[in-house]
């Protein structure tokens, strides 16, 4: 079974709105951290929230994360077109192992 | 600076043949990972390595087989392909363990499985 779970599993909106993302997981963990791929290319790191955070910021993105409801959130501001992807949430799980788990994605779509 | 580089990046095979992915990474990093994507299903990582000479399994290991020979190349092999391998394969790194930072991809080998 998956660690992470993304959700919506897919959005639309307009240029120049808001996209918010959410991310549940289902163990303890040390990091969260959120992945973009454009359509047919790899993944690229977009952010990176420990676990005694609450909140980070990257130019529009800001993410949250929640331990106790275990659940973290992205939000995108002012989306663009050029935001069009698919967004993952990669958690690490706590206890000694070195893997990252993903979830299954939520599709962004931005029209113009 | 190539970072993570895949090859081939486009594959068929029929059922039974094996094949061999190549991952090279030129960024020095310890640690190695192959990930497959499905469509619905995110990634799930197949074998992982932390360091020259060691490998590690993951969550979906089973037909198939990696070496790190060389710091810096990974290979995954499938010794019997079927059908239900058809897959992107993602070749990832990092500089140390994943509870220190981001993982680095390459751009990924679709393989399809006749």
């Known amino acids: 079974s998956q660690q992470g779970e993304e959700d919506p599993q897919a959005l639309s909106i307009q240029e120049g709105e808001n996209a918010t993302m959410n991310c549940s997981y289902k163990t303890s963990i040390n990091n969260l951290q959120w992945y973009r791929q454009n359509s047919g290319r790899g993944l690229v790191h977009l952010i990176l929230?420990?676990?005694?955070?609450r909140e980070k910021h990257s130019g529009r993105l800001r993410v949250t994360l929640d331990t106790s409801k275990k659940s973290s959130s992205l939000l995108i501001t002012a989306s663009r077109a050029a935001d069009t992807a698919s967004y993952f949430c990669?958690?690490?799980?706590?206890?000694?192992?070195?893997?990252?788990?993903f979830g299954a994605g939520t599709r962004l779509a931005v029209h113009p | 600076n190539a970072g993570v580089t895949q090859t081939p990046k486009f594959r068929v095979l029929k059922t039974g043949q094996s094949m061999t992915l190549l991952c090279a990474q030129d960024?020095?990093?310890?640690?190695m990972y192959w990930y497959r994507q499905d469509p619905g299903m995110g990634l799930r990582l197949i074998h992982y390595s932390v360091g020259e000479g060691t490998t590690a399994k993951g969550e979906v290991p089973d037909g198939y087989n990696v070496s790190r020979l060389k710091k810096q190349n990974f290979l995954l092999g499938l010794e019997s392909a079927a059908p239900s391998q058809t897959s992107v394969y993602f070749c990832a790194s990092s500089p140390g363990r994943v509870i220190a930072g981001e993982l680095f991809f390459g751009e990924g080998s679709r393989l399809t499985v006749l």
């Open positions: 990669a958690t690490d799980v706590s206890g000694g192992y070195n893997k990252l788990i």
């Open positions: 960024m020095n990093h310890e640690y």
């Open positions: 929230i420990r676990s005694n955070e």
